[in-house]
């Protein structure tokens, strides 16, 4: 018996193209909606897209959930999405589900040809038109809507809650919709960082009893991640807002991550072409969980709008990790964000 | 945090060797499960003797994990929940209800900043005066000055029947509140008060207003320490807690500080952005007129639309 464990074990698996047909199937290479369609990503990759409030954040989530849920083709019409399920866990309890809608409804409207410059004129003009409902819309619309999963945490025993379920649902609703799960959205995973650094370790009677703070539950949180991913593979995206502000008699010490001196240089980089006011204050696990950086900034500047009445401030993106030198510009409008060339 | 044991009797395999299990991995009470791997905790119940037992210990403790968090939703639902239940409540004042599209959400975190005699308190009285006539719904005021003012209700309501007048003013409550924690008291009484009468969707409008939210926590924030913060978020969140599950418009207002460049900025900190939905911005432009901007809303971009509105009456000319 003991021989056939050994034998088993040195034998062949599986050979390298099959292992590359596998690895690219179960994580394919997939792009995001712009303005984050700079950088190839992957299933397994962890992005984490921080700003100020308000600066977009949540609107870039909202934009690659819709582009997951859409189908690739429909009834004849190419809507180039992924056709797959998303899952938004909402810890900011902002979410604005007829924001979702709006996005969702332009695309499909653009997707079959109609102008949106038209429509945004017309608008302008005084009246109060609503986008044109076209025939099967609906049916369209809400088998999008039904791919996409959210829950709200207002506080972090139940965000360690969901994430402990999550498995067990992610399983339940793949059976259900027959689809994966290619995108797991949160929004502002800093929400709760000043409830979970304020809660004091007590004395703890049992020497080793794990304790609820920041350190404890990011070690719990990471941890449960991790194993989700190694399950289900899937793509994480999370929002974060800053939580210091742009004063110079703050006393505190920003936490010390393993990308805080990258981050340090980027910052000295940064500061020459626009001011930088970020300090990391993530505990260093979640820092070396996240693979991929991005910045969001709102500029000074505002360009006027397709529609010629209001001038629309422009919002900057930056990718610190991996590092680009370039800084894409985008405004906000009623179909989400549209790049400024 | 409550012990394991506490669950009692109905729970029959939570006996005390599972208690025993759990204490020797330093597990006392349900929270604490949350913070380890349950899959690694039955590979350490196969090392025991009787590990189905245990086991079964574990399944249960898995199911009541699964209710200490909010239930999942797709899209549709929650649509439909907003499209029946979640209405928009014109506030009284013309220019606000235009610029907003509508006026206050139900469901969202409405805060108005501005510097003192901008007009907040009159607007938040005339919201509560509009939603108590109008949309005959209840009104929790809370104020935090003693600023509220029945005879300004009054007239902002105009000449009507002294009975009519009367169920009106019945439907606004006040509380006087002046710090963090009896706010906190009282928002946790409303919604133990909203939880056991709500059975079904009534359809009845509610708002609540705070005026001033940042007088209550401006004291707090002093120190360098994470308490004052961490109040603060609680108390934001439990405010989003209560708007949504309970259809009701919150309304709070927030004074002005200097910030760089000698520009004015609302108060609270960084911290405090996240909490609300929409966020106004009140100016004064010369005279008896004020202009009222959006720094923060979930769809509508936010800057370029401002309306200007006379002060004393608090409504008529606007200007996109």
Request: proline residues 4%.
């Amino acid at each position: 018996m003991v021989e056939n464990g050994v034998k088993g074990w040195i034998s062949v698996n599986e050979g390298a193209r099959e292992m590359l047909e596998r690895v690219l199937g179960e994580r394919p290479v997939m792009m995001l909606p712009p303005p984050l369609h700079r950088v190839p990503v992957r299933a397994g990759n962890v992005i984490e897209i921080s700003g100020t409030s308000p600066s977009a954040k949540t609107l870039l989530l909202i934009q690659a959930a819709v582009n997951c849920v859409l189908p690739t083709e429909w009834e004849g019409v190419h809507y180039g999405g992924l056709g797959q399920l998303v899952l938004y866990i909402d810890l900011d309890c902002h979410f604005d589900v007829a924001r979702l809608q709006q996005v969702l409804r332009y695309r499909i409207f653009k997707a079959r040809g109609g102008r949106v410059v038209d429509w945004e004129q017309n608008n302008a003009k005084g009246g109060n038109v609503e986008l044109p409902l076209i025939v099967c819309d609906d049916e369209l619309l809400s088998l999008c809507m039904r791919r996409f999963f959210y829950v709200r945490c207002y506080q972090t025993s139940e965000f360690l809650a969901t994430l402990k379920t999550l498995h067990c649902r992610v399983q339940r609703e793949v059976e259900a919709h027959g689809a994966r799960i290619q995108l797991l959205l949160i929004d502002n995973i800093g929400a709760f960082h000043w409830v979970d650094r304020a809660t004091t370790i007590s004395v703890l009677e049992v020497q080793n009893r794990k304790s609820f703070s920041l350190q404890g539950v990011w070690e719990a949180l990471v941890h449960d991640l991790r194993k989700l991913l190694s399950v289900h593979p899937m793509l994480i995206v999370a929002s974060k807002a800053s939580v210091f502000g742009n004063t110079t008699n703050e006393a505190e010490r920003p936490f010390q991550g393993r990308f805080s001196m990258d981050i340090a240089d980027q910052r000295s980089r940064m500061k020459e072409s626009h001011k930088h006011k970020f300090r990391e204050y993530m505990p260093a696990i979640w820092q070396a969980f996240v693979t991929h950086r991005v910045i969001l900034q709102n500029s000074d500047e505002s360009v006027a709008a397709s529609n010629g009445q209001h001038k629309q401030p422009i919002h900057l993106l930056e990718w610190l990790l991996p590092a680009l030198n370039t800084v894409d510009k985008f405004i906000v409008g009623d179909a989400g964000a549209v790049l400024v060339p | 945090m409550p012990p394991l044991k506490s669950l009692g009797p109905g729970f029959p395999v939570i006996d005390s060797d599972f208690q025993s299990f759990c204490a020797s991995l330093g597990i006392l009470s349900v929270e604490d499960f949350l913070l380890h791997d349950l899959d690694a905790l039955a590979a350490q119940a196969d090392l025991r003797p009787s590990p189905e037992r245990l086991k079964q210990g574990l399944a249960l403790v898995f199911t009541i994990i699964e209710s200490m968090h909010q239930p999942w939703r797709n899209g549709m639902e929650i649509l439909e929940d907003v499209q029946k239940n979640k209405r928009i409540l014109s506030t009284g004042c013309e220019g606000v209800d235009s610029l907003l599209k509508g006026g206050l959400h139900e469901g969202h975190v409405t805060e108005l900043t501005g510097p003192s005699s901008s007009g907040k308190t009159q607007f938040c009285l005339m919201a509560s005066a509009e939603v108590a006539y109008k949309h005959k719904g209840l009104v929790t005021y809370i104020d935090t000055g003693n600023s509220f003012s029945a005879k300004r209700i009054a007239h902002s309501i105009g000449q009507v029947d002294k009975k009519v007048l009367q169920t009106v003013m019945n439907r606004i409550i006040c509380y006087s509140v002046y710090d963090i924690f009896t706010l906190l008291a009282v928002l946790h009484e409303l919604e133990f008060r909203l939880k056991s009468q709500i059975c079904e969707r009534d359809g009845i409008a509610r708002l609540l207003v705070i005026d001033s939210i940042s007088s209550l926590i401006t004291p707090i924030l002093g120190s360098n320490g994470p308490q004052g913060r961490g109040l603060m978020t609680s108390t934001g969140w439990l405010l989003k807690k209560v708007a949504d599950e309970y259809s009701t418009a919150v309304l709070v207002s927030n004074h002005t500080v200097s910030g760089n460049h000698g520009t004015t900025k609302p108060a609270l900190g960084e911290s405090w952005k996240v909490i609300p939905h929409t966020r106004l911005l009140l100016t004064q432009v010369g005279g008896s007129n004020c202009s009222i901007s959006i720094i923060k809303h979930p769809s509508l971009e936010n800057a370029t639309s401002f309306s200007l509105l006379n002060h004393s009456q608090f409504c008529i000319t606007y200007k996109v």
